[in-house]
């Protein structure tokens, strides 16, 4: 009688166990070379990342003196809620001004932030606001974009609530 060699059935068990990986990993190599799908989910390696617009632009406040403040602990938003707060506003300007928002000047931009400070001091944190504490708050577009190949920060101070 003779001794099964244990070496062997331990590996091809092991092989039989990795083959579901394996075969998963495959699938999404193969569907990767197609390149019209490459891109989604989750066959991107970055999905969110994957792409990136020409241009952008953040949100954040400054106090009266021109300090920035961090969001969180000042009016308890991150400061991407910050930016889709201000970007909603923005997109609610579209009906009044042609074109994108990042060809807007200031003045067009204005009521944007006015209506996203104001929702912070009277919805949002009016905790805050009380007593005057963040009396002159501004609300500051930072645009970013490449010209020329070089990236370029402009910053403007939108609005501002007295």
């Known amino acids: ?32 070379r197609r390149g019209d799908s490459a891109e989604f989910y989750p066959l991107s390696s970055f999905p969110m990342y ?26 308890s938003m991150v400061s991407s809620q910050l930016k889709k707060r201000y970007g909603d506003a ?15 000047t200031v003045e067009q931009k204005k009521a944007a932030g006015l ?5 912070l001091r009277d919805t949002h944190a009016p905790g805050a606001f009380a007593n005057g504490k963040l009396k002159g708050v ?4 930072v645009r970013i974009y490449l010209k020329d190949g070089k990236l370029i920060r402009e910053e403007q101070e939108i609005a501002q609530l007295d």
């Open 90 to 104: 923005l997109d609610d300007l579209k009906k009044d001004y042609k074109g994108s928002h990042f060809d807007w």
């Open 50 to 75: 994957s792409k990136f617009d020409a241009r952008t632009y953040v949100a954040y406040l400054k106090s009266a003196d021109g300090q920035p403040l961090p969001t969180v602990p000042t009016v």
């Open 138 to 141: 501004k609300l500051v577009d």
């Open 115 to 119: 209506a996203t400070l104001v929702y």
């Open 1 to 32: 009688m003779t001794k099964p060699n244990s070496s062997v059935s331990a590996w091809g068990r092991s092989l039989l166990a990795l083959a579901p990986m394996f075969l998963a990993m495959g699938i999404c190599w193969v569907a990767d």
